[in-house]
Each structure stands twice: as structure tokens, then as C-alpha cells.
């Protein structure tokens, strides 16, 4: 895990989400369902599909136990729309090493048989073993979220 942190406040989540959504818009791939992957995909799925004119869903996956210290991912609870067969967009904060990603990805794969699933999140780890489809920028220090402020102590909640 990368030592510093890199603070996103709300007003940068905003800008980050909306070129984000800008660069799905624009690759022109229409998407029936944007799935957000909870936690840190939720405010960023809303963002997404609101912007494309998609439905949105989410899927709860836990894998981490703490600050940078991981399980086997597993599904607390999934998604209720019907994606068989039609595009789906999966959305998270980032990707740090991918193995959630790529566990989602497989999950929804087997269990939902989609037409077409696609990735996006803001950020990517340079040692992630899942590259996404679209995501904004490669980066090193541990993100910190506006919803994750009590999560790391940072107001002392």
C-alpha cells in the first residue's frame, strides 16, 4: 500500500465524476444499466447514469478489512435489474490490485449473461492486474473519499 494519501473533496469528486461520465459519453457504447459497486461506486454510478440517461443498480462486495489489508472478495447483496442480454456499465471509485473487479466481472458474467459488460472507475493502481475500459487517471497514494472521512479518522469522528 502506497503511504500518502490523496484527499478528494467533494467539489473534485464532482469534477472527476463528471469527465469521467463525459469520456463514456463520448466512446459512443450505449448502456441500458450502470452498475455501482458499493461502497465508493455508489455516488459515482448515480453521476454515470444519470449523465449517459442509463438505469442504475448496485452490487455490495466486500474485500477489504481494513486500510489496505484484504479478503476473498464476497457478494453481501447483488443486483435486482435483469442485464441478461442487454449492455451494462460496472462502476467503482478505483481499482487497486483488481481482484474485486475481476471477481464482479466474473460474477455477473456467470450468474446475469450480459451482452456486452464494460469497466469504469476514476482511478487505476499502476500494479492493478485489471485494466478497466475507462477510468481518468493511474495513481500511487491511497484515495480518500469524501464519504470515507469518519472511515479514516480524518474528522475525528
Excluded: H, Q
Excluded at 484527499?7 to 448502456?31: D, N, P, Q
Aim: proline share 4%; net charge positive.
Amino acid at each position: 500500500m502506497a503511504s500518502k494519501l490523496k484527499m478528494v473533496s467533494w467539489e473534485e469528486f464532482g469534477s472527476l465524476a463528471e469527465r469521467l461520465a463525459t469520456s463514456i459519453a463520448r466512446s459512443r457504447e450505449r448502456y441500458e444499466l450502470v452498475i455501482g459497486i458499493l461502497r465508493g461506486g455508489g455516488p459515482l454510478a448515480l453521476v454515470v447514469a444519470d449523465r449517459i440517461k442509463s438505469r442504475v443498480d448496485f452490487i455490495n462486495v466486500k474485500s477489504y478489512v481494513g486500510v489496505g489489508s484484504r479478503k476473498e472478495p464476497s457478494v453481501l447483496s447483488t443486483i435486482t435489474e435483469n442485464i441478461g442480454g442487454r449492455n451494462t456499465l460496472i462502476v467503482d471509485d478505483l481499482i487497486d490490485e483488481g481482484t474485486t473487479m475481476n471477481f464482479i466481472v466474473s460474477f455477473l458474467r456467470d450468474n446475469y449473461r450480459p451482452k456486452l459488460l464494460r469497466t469504469s472507475v476514476l482511478f487505476v493502481k499502476p500494479w492493478s492486474k485489471f485494466k478497466p475500459d475507462y477510468y481518468l487517471d493511474t495513481i500511487e497514494e491511497w484515495v480518500v473519499f469524501p464519504w470515507e472521512l469518519c472511515e479514516f479518522n480524518i474528522l475525528r469522528c
